[in-house]
């Protein structure tokens, strides 16, 4: 089993910042992909960005690119999601992912995903 635990989601004006972090733990090593998902209100799941075991290879949303930027310290089973320039529309709640893959995690095959941390960006 691997366990996530996000942090670091709050309220924060448009065009603001956040930084928010995951800590992983348990068989870490069996999950190389990592990311976040994004879930609203009626909404469904949204995969915002995610990264390799490496860091050599990431993807990004299209509505978060040049904005987000996602990156992990294996060392210390951490992955982090720098969200700048912040929209309403990038209000929900986000979700640290593993996948047993990265490519699972593109194909939103989510083996593992934590409780969720608010974002809410107001206008």
């Known amino acids: 089993q691997v366990h996530l635990a996000e942090s670091g989601g709050g309220l924060v004006q448009a065009g603001g910042s956040l930084l928010l972090s995951c800590a992983s733990s348990?068989?870490?090593?069996?999950?190389?992909?990592m990311g976040w998902f994004r879930r609203s209100p009626g909404k469904e799941r949204y995969l915002v960005a995610a990264i390799n075991w490496s860091g050599g290879n990431t993807y990004y949303a299209d509505s978060v690119k040049g904005r987000f930027n996602i990156s992990r310290d294996n060392a210390k089973s951490m992955m982090y999601l720098q969200m700048n320039s912040l929209k309403p529309e990038d209000t929900a709640v986000y979700y640290c992912?593993?996948?047993?893959?990265?490519?699972?995690?593109?194909?939103?095959?989510?083996?593992?995903w934590g409780q969720g941390t608010q974002v809410t960006v107001s206008s």
């Open positions: 348990g068989r870490t090593s069996i999950t190389s992909g």
């Open positions: 992912a593993a996948g047993l893959t990265y490519s699972d995690l593109l194909r939103k095959e989510y083996a593992y």
